[in-house]
Structure formats: structure tokens, C-alpha cells
């Protein structure tokens, strides 16, 4: 009897809590029970004047990785007037460029703190931004979120370790990959016109080996990649994608936990992260806000699994003899 309490005993420690990913009305899915105040956090950049050129805040958004930039009436009463986020940062293509602020601030959305995470992520998608100011009744600045900061309090908040794996949210097709070879005018037009916040970059010499990731933030960092055609009659050899792309990214594999891919977000701070198969080649991309939208899907009451005992048939006769 001994012998069996102590097996019951390990396969109790041996129990693992996994939420499903199973369809519950919205009510009883994780993201209705998290409020965007969890994840608010004060802005490492803020703007004041409305007609600030767009190619001055570069630096500013290079030294603190800033995703979303309010832009404030005045610093005394902080009342929210819109705000940029990092990818409004890519559009000038000169160091002649005279785009402002104002030229591609949001007014929308802002959002409360009482707002919850479904809804956020809901006016995020519609409005085509990765990240917005929250502000209390009066208008005035409480923090900002972006996705990573939503990942983060969400990952927190689960209570258990979800089913999904990166096959269940990754994207596929060529539109999520370019080659490295490409001028990177390519990769430029490609992100503003679709809204896609990067792509994994492969070799297509080696049958689309992966290579790393070209994001927003390479076109921010650097201004090697300039197209230089605003206000001037002349444009230079543009660079090609392997110049400016991020190398040494960790590769995920389709039957890799969702969890995995939202830990190295965490760490890395990058909007994609290439699948590949065995042979390191392109298989798909995942994308933050996918894993994200995924997670809050998730019922916040999840289903316990038991690991089946397993007993000796040996041992079953010695305790039913004794």
C-alpha cells in the first residue's frame, strides 16, 4: 500500500495543466479578463511639437527601442493629442525628407484603462498601428502598450500551459519571405503597402535557406538603406536586404510550443521569427500579434490532464496479496 501511495503521490507532481484551445464565448476567453492598465507603461520618448521633422526622432527611437511615441500638447497638463508609432518612422527615405508629426500622427485609438485585451487588440488590427497611448477621462496620458507589453501581461495571466504550437499561428507563402539579394527598395515597398512589420529573409541560391529577419526596426536603426527620392533629382545604388537585415535569430519549428515563440518575442523584441524545417529552410513566419491574438482566445479556466498510472502487474499481485 505504501508502494502505491507513493506512485499516486509522483504522478500527482507529474500533472500538467494545459489549456485548450477550444472555442468559449468571448466572455469567459482569457483576453476579457485582462485590462490594458496591466500592461501600460510610461514612454520612453514623447513629442511636443506637432511639426517636428519625422527623420529627427530616429535617433531618439534608436537609443530606447520606443514603439509608441505620444504626442503631447504641452508637459504640463499631458493631454494626448495622437501619437507615432516606430513604423510611421520608416516612410521618409531622405535625409532630405519633410515629412512632420503631424503629417502621419494617429488620433486613434486611445484607449482606457479599463479597456480589455480583446478590444485593444480588435482597434490595434483595425487602425493598423502596433501600439497606442492610454489616457484617463480627462485625456491626459497614463502610459502606452504595444504588443510585446501586451505579451508579456498576458503570458502572466495564463493559467496553464496552452496546446497551441507554432504550426496553429504561424503565416505561409511568399509574401512573408524575401531574398536576400533583393534591393531592399523591395522589402520598403512591400512592408508599407501590405502593413507587414517584417519578413524572414532566405537564400533562394540555396533553396530558401533561411538567412535571419528584415523588420521596420532595421529601417530605423540604419539610414543605409535610404531610396533618397524626396527633393532630389538623383538617387544612389540602393542597398540590397542582406546589408541591413538582422542575422542570428533563433529559428522556431512548427511543432514547437506557441509558448517558445512568445518567450523569444519577449527576449528579442522583434515583430517576426522565421519557421523552418530540418534543413534550417523556410517554412513560414510567426508573427507577435498572432501569438498574442491566440492566446487571449484562450479559455482562462483551463483542463487538467493526468499522465495515466501506470502500475506492475507484479506489484498489483504483492498488494492484493498483502
Keep these: 500500500m505504501v508502494e502505491r501511495a507513493k506512485q499516486v503521490a509522483e504522478a500527482k507532481a507529474e500533472e500538467k495543466v494545459v489549456i485548450e484551445p477550444v472555442e468559449v464565448p468571448e466572455e469567459l476567453q482569457l483576453g476579457k479578463a485582462i485590462q490594458v492598465q496591466e500592461a501600460a507603461r510610461a514612454p ?36 494626448v493629442d495622437g501619437f507615432l508609432t516606430q513604423f510611421e518612422l520608416i516612410v521618409p527615405t531622405s ?46 496620458l497614463v502610459g502606452v502598450v504595444d504588443y510585446f507589453d501586451l505579451l508579456r501581461v498576458t503570458m502572466h495571466k495564463l493559467p496553464g500551459e496552452p496546446a497551441l504550437k507554432v504550426k496553429d499561428v504561424m503565416r505561409t507563402g511568399d509574401k512573408y519571405k524575401i531574398d536576400m539579394n533583393e534591393k531592399v527598395n523591395k522589402a520598403w515597398h512591400r512592408m508599407i503597402n501590405l502593413f507587414l ?7 533562394k541560391k540555396e533553396q530558401d535557406k533561411v ?50 515563440a512568445a518567450e ?15 534543413e534550417n529552410k523556410y517554412v513560414g513566419a510567426v508573427f507577435v500579434e498572432d501569438v498574442l491574438r491566440a492566446l487571449a ?10 499522465k495515466p498510472l501506470e502500475v506492475k502487474e507484479e506489484e498489483e499481485q504483492k498488494q492484493s496479496q498483502a
Excluded: Q
Excluded at 197 to 203: A, C, E, F, R, T
Design 44 to 79: 520612453a520618448v514623447t513629442v511636443y511639437n506637432k511639426h517636428e521633422l519625422l527623420i529627427n526622432l530616429k535617433p531618439l527611437v534608436r537609443r530606447t527601442d520606443e514603439e509608441v511615441i505620444p504626442v503631447l500638447r504641452d508637459p504640463i497638463t499631458k493631454r
Design 95 to 140: 535625409h532630405r525628407s519633410r515629412y512632420t508629426v503631424l503629417d502621419f500622427m494617429h488620433e486613434f485609438p486611445l484607449f482606457k484603462p479599463e479597456d480589455d485585451l480583446n478590444f485593444v487588440l480588435k482597434e490595434l488590427d483595425d487602425k493598423k498601428v502596433r501600439g497606442a497611448p492610454v489616457i484617463n477621462e480627462e485625456g491626459k
Design 197 to 203: 512589420p517584417g519578413m524572414v529573409v532566405v537564400d
Design 211 to 260: 538567412k535571419g529577419i528584415i523588420t521596420y526596426k532595421e529601417f530605423v536603426k540604419t539610414n543605409r538603406w535610404f531610396i533618397h527620392r524626396e527633393s532630389e533629382h538623383m538617387s544612389v545604388p540602393m542597398a540590397k536586404v542582406k546589408t541591413i537585415m538582422l542575422r542570428g535569430v533563433p529559428y522556431l519549428k512548427p511543432e514547437d510550443p506557441v509558448t517558445l
Design 264 to 278: 523569444k518575442f519577449l527576449v528579442l523584441r522583434v515583430p517576426v521569427l522565421p519557421v523552418v524545417d530540418e
Design 297 to 306: 482566445k484562450l479559455p482562462r479556466k483551463p483542463v487538467a490532464v493526468k
